[in-house]
């Protein structure tokens, strides 16, 4: 901090003013807010030299080009600390939020999607000419080295931990062939690496600018389009890929004459390969690290892949098709039901991790707080256990607050459900939540569903009840 100070009040010779902490980015910079009367910048303190080096290098570049970058306003002597304009608050993705939720874009936020893809050509063919990649960080170009770590980060990170059975050889040599194709496309132009909404800033003044390009390399322009287009969580409909697409080709050809049909040929290779490279990243993070918005991101990235198959699979790659093809009914979206049946969905989770999304596309159910209950994971005895084991089972069912919670918790389940049949309906969802997610969660989500499967158990032509403890990735169909 003292830092950031110092390189501010050289620079303004402003001696009051407000530092204020931004929320973290993805990478190791810390951003802060600069704010004094009559002005605000932005302060960026990294912890890695190389990445500094190369953000500050290209940004100079573009901002030499008339390319919509921040300017930079100061910089420390080591390069750790630098100031640049404040360009506000707004992202992109902040931006098209609405239409994000509901896979639905309004045409002011398919106006900005567009004009997206329509700037990324500059970039690409612009800011390529005369530019020194040898400054590009962590590595200068696209190459069968960092595109064979990406197919080994989905390899290890996601479909291992799977469970799904592969043949290793034959993948490896499917990956192999995928490197090579993909490498067919390489030019002297500049990757982005990371172009997405969060990543495109919309200024108070109606601007749009481009930030966190400092991953950029020498590559082929395929990946930037795959990477925005088909960026999972969006939930573009094929109709607005195809548009953006297409956008996309007419800003190119501003640049460089390319063949529409071979480049759509091409585009469908990298669609594949930033699919696996982000499942890599959300089996890191959501199965490794147990981070909820990774997983609750797999079924996105599962329609992507779903979408892309429907097109035609490839059989130039048929082991990891097949592997693939077996992955998507697993982590993939439920399709919609039309037997008009009333799912009941339970599931235990830990707060620390968030509330479980709602697939049913109703916004949730209901929530129930277990952290009133004693906590047999205090005790070291109990630690290693879960709500499954019979000593957590007595332990808790010897508190005199757990039959009462289990009580009232079924009891208005029941009046939901029952009224939920007479109306029709077909989805409910039903959460606990401990601290952990491994014990009292566990375990009054599975009371639930042993009294919910008694109660209905005759009626399973009309109700179906799915337990999910979600922090031990179970899963189980009661009825």
């Known amino acids: 901090m003292e830092r950031i100070k110092s390189l501010f009040e050289r620079y303004s010779g402003v001696t009051e003013y407000r530092i204020t902490p931004l929320p973290a980015s993805g990478g190791n910079r810390q951003y802060f807010r600069i704010s004094w009367n009559g002005g605000s910048c932005i302060a960026a303190a990294g912890s890695s030299l190389r990445e500094n080096y190369a953000f500050l290098y290209l940004d100079r570049y573009f901002s030499s080009l008339g390319l919509p970058v921040p300017e930079v306003l100061a910089v420390s002597e080591d390069s750790m600390v630098y100031l640049q304009e404040d360009l506000g608050d707004t992202t992109l993705f902040d931006a098209v939020s609405e239409g994000r939720r509901s896979g639905s874009y309004s045409p002011e936020e398919k106006a900005l999607l567009r004009a997206a893809v329509e700037a990324l050509p500059a970039f ?17 170009c696209f190459d069968r080295t960092s595109v064979m770590f990406d197919l080994n980060y ?28 993909l490498l067919t496309c390489c030019t002297e132009n500049f990757q982005y690496r990371d172009f997405q909404g969060r990543n495109i800033m919309l200024t108070p003044s109606g601007d749009m600018r481009f930030i966190d390009f400092q991953g950029g390399r020498m590559g082929p322009v395929h990946y ?7 960026q999972a969580r969006a939930r573009y409909s094929p ?8 956008t996309y080709l007419e800003a190119q050809s501003h640049y460089a004459v390319v ?34 918005h990774f997983l609750e991101s797999i079924p996105y990235a599962m329609d992507n892949l779903q979408e892309l ?11 990891l098709c097949r592997t693939l093809e077996e992955l998507i009914p697993i982590y993939g979206h439920r399709k919609p039901r039309t037997d008009g049946k009333l799912l009941v969905r339970i599931f235990s989770f830990s707060y620390r991790k968030g509330i479980p999304e709602d697939e049913g596309g ?42 009462a919670f289990a009580q009232h918790t ?36 599975e009371r639930l569903a042993d009294c919910l499967a008694e109660t209905y158990g005759s009626s399973s032509d009309r109700i179906g009840i799915t337990l999910v403890h979600r922090e031990q990735n179970l899963e189980r169909q009661v009825l």
């Not at 005369?130 to 590009?136: E, N, R, T, V």
């Not at 091409?266 to 890191?284: E, I, M, N, S, W």
């Not at 198959?309 to 082991?319: D, I, N, R, V």
């Not at 939901?416 to 491994?438: A, K, Q, S, V």
Request: proline letters at 5%.
């Open 124 to 140: 690409q063919y612009v800011g390529a000419s005369g530019l020194d990649f040898s400054q590009c960080r962590p590595v200068s």
């Open 154 to 181: 989905f390899k290890y990170c996601f479909l291992k931990p799977s469970g799904v059975e592969f043949d290793e050889m034959a993948l490896e040599e499917d990956f192999g062939q995928l490197c090579d194709r």
């Open 224 to 230: 930037d389009l795959a990477s925005f287009v088909w």
């Open 239 to 246: 109709e607005l890929k195809a548009e953006l697409t297409e």
């Open 259 to 292: 063949r529409r049909k071979d480049f759509l040929t091409d585009l469908r290779q990298f669609v594949l390969f930033r699919t696996l490279q982000v499942l890599g990243a959300y089996g890191f993070r959501g199965m490794f690290e147990r981070r909820p």
């Open 309 to 319: 198959f429907s097109s035609g699979t490839f059989p130039e790659y048929p082991c």
């Open 362 to 403: 109703n916004g949730g159910g209901y929530v129930f707080d277990c952290r009133g209950v004693p906590n047999p994971g205090r005790l070291p005895e109990y630690r290693g256990l879960t709500g499954l084991d019979g000593p957590v089972i007595e332990y808790l069912q010897a508190c005199t607050e757990t039959e």
């Open 410 to 445: 079924a009891a208005l389940a029941k009046q939901h459900i029952d009224n939920y049949l007479e109306r029709g309906f077909t989805d409910l969802m039903f959460n606990f939540g401990c601290t952990g997610g491994r014990h009292r969660s566990v375990y009054f989500a």
